[in-house]
């Protein structure tokens, strides 16, 4: 599989990102005229889980319209972003995805799916800062150095962002 360009990963990042501003007009009169389904990648109680449901609850009330959450955890999100991709592509089938999607693309060589070709963003929900935190005796001009301990970092066993970024900084470390 090749891999997406330097810009095309940038346009993904950019429009994962970005929260178009659409008026109320814009809104197709008849959408939705049936439930719609969110699939989301990750295992009931988390983070994504709980703000998808609570934005599902939101669209739910606005729209009057049953919004489904639905979780599809696997793979570091790939089953439910398959899902999404081989549903019908009449917008009653959503997303929400996350930094591992953007990863997952250049990641690994064969997906049954091309993220950036199959998929279209259409709103940025929410943006998740990630922090590298150590013990004060640890000076960042320490990085070139050998480490006396080994790093710990936990992670919920995904690969995700947070667990990568951790990786990153152990190896950067040694």
Excluded at 35 to 51: C, F, K, N, T
Excluded at 144 to 163: N, Y
Aim: a positive charge; one cysteine or more.
């Amino acid at each position: 599989m090749k891999l997406p360009s330097r810009r095309q990963f940038l346009h993904l990042a950019v429009g994962a990102a970005a929260l178009p501003v659409i008026s109320r007009v814009a809104w197709a009169q008849f959408y939705p005229s049936r439930p719609v389904r969110i699939i989301v990648g990750y295992a009931p109680a988390g983070a994504g889980d709980i703000s998808t449901r609570l934005m599902g609850q939101w669209l739910s009330e606005r729209l009057g319209q049953q919004f489904i959450v639905e979780n599809r955890p696997g793979a570091g999100t790939n089953i439910a972003t398959e899902a999404v991709v081989r549903a019908a592509q009449d917008g009653y089938t959503l997303l929400m995805s996350s930094a591992a999607n953007a990863i997952n693309a250049t990641l690994y060589e064969r997906l049954n799916f091309n993220f950036i070709r199959d998929l279209t963003p259409i709103a940025g929900i929410m943006r998740v800062p990630h922090v590298i935190v150590v013990h004060p005796s640890f000076s960042a001009n320490q990085s070139s150095s050998p480490m006396p301990k080994p790093i710990r970092a936990s992670s919920p066993g995904l690969r995700l962002a947070s667990e990568r970024l951790a990786m990153y900084a152990a190896s950067c470390s040694r």
